[in-house]
């Protein structure tokens, strides 16, 4: 299983919304491996980034290893049937209490402490921020607009709802295709209802441009970034177009990342079916497979998808599963609308999986801690080095 799934599963542990699968497979973990310093970091990690204003002592991490043991004790009327797990959620902690002193005190530790600046100098996560190019040219900014009418552009109706949605209604009765785009900053996200009850995420840098009434085929254009759960119409295909590729679909959900910066893109599948086409080359998709094509070349991959890792900017999270610390540093860049600077040459990969809802300092601190590089924060720029 990837690290980053064992660095979900923690979290979810200690945030007691682990499910009897996920605990067995945790303690498989475990009892696989006895040293299990690793599990120990894991664990260390999540709980500094929960108590960051904590004491950093021996008395503290007792005194956390003793609520945990009492916190996993079970009623006094089910002790006899639950006692193997009670007993085997016991070794682990005494297991972790093990590791964690031993990452905590060990000289030479190749855990690196996050630097002090990186909390001196922190940036807010990104929010719902996008601004909308109407079909005369008028631009509305989102953010700022009230919720409400915001639009009528012949027989269609623009409504901004709470929780950062658009929503379009109705069918234009001019005659003429008119076309409206969505563009999403860095440090923004957006959703948006066409007409036809296709639901839209885009992501931050990403640019939605589509039709205020479909034809014969629902067609639109995308940079960036999107996920889409589209509404089935059999008569009614729908087609993105993206980097001189068409993913067509008939009613299905799926994510596109296609980044000029990136080094390919990725289209993978959720629900449905999903042909992906470029020039003369086409491929179809099962539910859980991704077509990646890298830039600038014609050839269509095909291999399983990682879910988690594909969608996790749309559950509002950050996964790292063996993730090039340049590829993590971009999608800092683009969350948190910041540059960054590498001081050193860098050539690592980094695991971890934590929410887009809090500062970057915090996201910086875990990384810390998967890995051998150092941040530090100046204004709006990152700092990384070894």
Not at 35 to 54: Q, S, V
Not at 231 to 251: C, M, R, S, W, Y
Not at 266 to 280: F, H, P, Q
């Amino acid at each position: 299983m990837p690290e980053a799934r064992w660095n979900h599963i923690v979290e979810k542990y200690l945030d007691n919304t682990c499910t009897r699968e996920e605990l067995r497979q945790l303690l498989q973990w475990v009892e696989e491996d006895p040293d299990n310093a690793h599990f120990a970091a894991i664990l260390r990690t999540h709980w500094e980034r929960l108590d960051a204003d904590m004491p950093d002592d021996a008395a503290h991490w007792d005194q956390r290893f003793q609520a945990l043991t009492l916190q996993i004790s079970p009623p006094p009327k089910r002790v006899i049937r639950y006692r193997p797990w009670v007993a085997a959620a016991a070794a682990v902690l005494l297991l972790v209490a093990i590791g964690v002193g031993y990452y905590k005190y060990r000289p030479n530790t190749s855990i690196v402490a996050a630097p002090a600046t990186i909390v001196a100098h922190d940036v807010a996560p990104g929010g719902n921020k996008a601004m909308l190019t109407l079909a005369d040219g008028s631009v509305i900014s989102l953010d700022s607009a009230a919720n409400g009418l915001l639009a009528q552009e012949g027989g269609t109706s623009v409504n901004k709802r709470q929780n950062g949605q658009l929503a379009y209604q109705g069918a234009n009765a001019s005659g003429q295709q008119q076309f409206n785009t969505l563009s999403v900053p860095k440090g923004g996200t957006y959703a948006l209802i066409l007409p036809d009850g296709s639901k839209i995420w885009l992501n931050s840098a990403s640019t939605l441009r589509f039709p205020l009434t479909f034809g014969a085929e629902r067609k639109v254009l995308l940079t960036g970034e999107a996920y889409f759960e589209i509404a089935q119409d059999v008569k009614h295909p729908f087609i993105v177009a993206v980097n001189n590729t068409e993913i067509k679909v008939l009613g299905t959900s799926f994510n596109v990342m296609a980044y000029q910066e990136e080094s390919k893109l990725t289209a993978t599948l959720v629900e449905g079916a999903l042909a992906v086409s470029k020039n003369n080359k086409q491929v179809i998709l099962k539910p859980g497979q991704q077509a990646n094509i890298p830039a600038g070349q014609e050839k269509i991959d095909v291999s399983t998808a990682d879910l988690d890792e594909a969608l996790a900017w749309k559950n509002d999270r950050f996964y790292f599963n063996n993730t090039d610390i340049h590829t993590a540093m971009r999608q800092l860049e683009r969350w948190y609308d910041v540059q960054v600077t590498f001081r050193d040459s860098l050539n690592m990969r980094l695991n971890g999986t934590i929410s887009r809802s809090v500062n970057i300092s915090k996201v910086l601190k875990m990384l810390t801690f998967t890995g051998e590089a150092n941040f530090s924060i100046e204004e709006k720029t990152v700092i990384v080095g070894k």
